[in-house]
């Protein structure tokens, strides 16, 4: 397809930076929680948003969220998360999104 006259990249640039950055938010989660591999899918799909939106530094600063993850305990996980500037940040449906999947799994 072609692309905007008014684009700086391509649609290929620009899947190419997203799957880079993707890629990243996935080794971040992999790297500061060492039980990431044996999370549910709906959970690792919350915790690589979350390192996706605010990056490796920002996701180790989630230290009682990782701690939470790290034991399972995934209502604690969720109360964090909404204790959060990136709950404020990413608006009120997303947040929700991620604290009631969390809330609910036991």
């Known amino acids: 397809k072609q692309n905007h006259p008014n684009s700086f ?9 997203f799957r880079a950055d993707l890629n990243k938010a996935i080794a971040t989660a992999r790297k500061d929680l060492k039980n990431f591999d044996s999370l ?7 915790v690589v948003s979350l390192a996706f939106s605010v990056g490796p530094q ?3 600063n989630f230290y ?22 990136w709950a404020k940040q ?7 999104q991620s604290y009631i999947t969390l809330k609910n799994l036991k």
């Open 40 to 46: 549910p899918k709906q959970v690792k799909l919350i």
């Open 64 to 85: 009682k969220f990782r701690e939470a993850m790290e034991q399972k305990d995934f209502t604690k996980a969720a109360e964090h998360l909404g204790d959060s500037l």
């Open 58 to 60: 920002g996701f180790h």
């Open 9 to 17: 990249y391509s649609r290929t640039e620009v899947e190419l930076l």
């Open 90 to 96: 990413v608006g009120q449906k997303r947040f929700l």
